[in-house]
């Protein structure tokens, strides 16, 4: 389809002006101050801002996690990321455990192909543009020696967890490794830093002493755990010499790691 928008006022990183814009089988092809073209469709964008879709680069959609789901699919978050502007969504991909052997596609799981050709298919009613990372939560040779086949899927992202004890959290020899996989590889490392054993230990406590309402959750994850662990992962990255992006921060002091 053909679309002619007209008298918008266009937002680019280091402008801001009146113009028109064709878009051609679902491509720009054409801005200029004024254009006049065989159009299916003519949007007059007077008094409008035109901005370049957003990119969310962290969304968990469909994701299980501990029993529940996350409650958004890859048709009603896509939707709800579009209503926001936001035209491009980056996902993660959790590694599966291995499955018994006549379990679907169970020869294959626990390896990376497996994992993203089920996030592939969960990702078919896709509204906008996506792409996925993927979650590093295991880790032996076999999973290392994978790791570079992940950019022959359109992968260039690893996500590690310093939480998560038992579960999600790879310790720190693992991540290390990883690290210097990523830099050989040209892949980028993102982690999710708290202290796993400090929360385990608060969070036995807590329970032990009925503390179940909401604000134990904050109680049991002091904001220390995450500098300490943002600066673990720093010196770890430094180390191996491989840049590590440290996901969703929320602690002042996490800053000046």
């Not at 509204?127 to 899927?153: C, G, V, W």
């Not at 992202?157 to 004890?165: E, I, P, R, S």
């Not at 720190?172 to 892949?187: Q, V, W």
Request: hydrophobic share 40%; with cysteine.
């Amino acid at each position: 389809m053909n679309l002619l928008i007209k008298n918008g006022t266009l937002i680019t990183a280091s402008e801001t002006y009146q113009a028109d814009i064709l878009i051609q089988d679902e491509k720009i092809t054409r801005i200029a101050p004024t254009i006049e073209a065989d159009s299916e469709q003519i949007t007059d964008a007077s008094g409008k801002l035109i901005l370049p879709g957003g990119v969310d680069p962290h969304v968990h959609l469909d994701l299980p996690m501990f029993d529940t789901v996350s409650s958004d699919d890859h048709y009603t978050g896509h939707k709800a990321a579009a209503f926001g502007g936001t035209t491009t969504v980056m996902d993660f991909v959790p590694l599966d455990s291995p499955l018994p052997m006549g379990e679907g596609l169970g020869v294959r799981a626990g390896d990376f192909k497996y994992s993203v050709d089920l996030w592939l298919k969960k990702a078919e009613k896709a509204a906008i543009d996506y792409s996925f990372h993927m979650n590093l939560t295991q880790f032996n040779e076999k999973i290392a020696k994978q790791i570079p086949s992940l950019r022959e899927m359109g992968i260039q992202t690893l996500k590690v967890f310093t939480a998560y004890n038992g579960r999600l959290r790879l310790d720190d020899a693992s991540i290390f490794k990883a690290l210097r996989i990523a830099k050989d590889n040209g892949m980028l490392m993102m982690a999710h830093c708290e202290n796993g054993d400090v929360i385990e230990t608060l969070v036995a406590e807590a329970l032990a002493n009925g503390h179940t309402t909401p604000e134990y959750h904050a109680l049991t994850r002091p904001a220390w755990g995450a500098v300490e662990s943002a600066l673990r992962m720093a010196a770890m990255a430094e180390q191996a010499d491989s840049p590590v992006y440290i996901v969703h921060m929320n602690v002042g002091n996490e800053v000046i790691c």
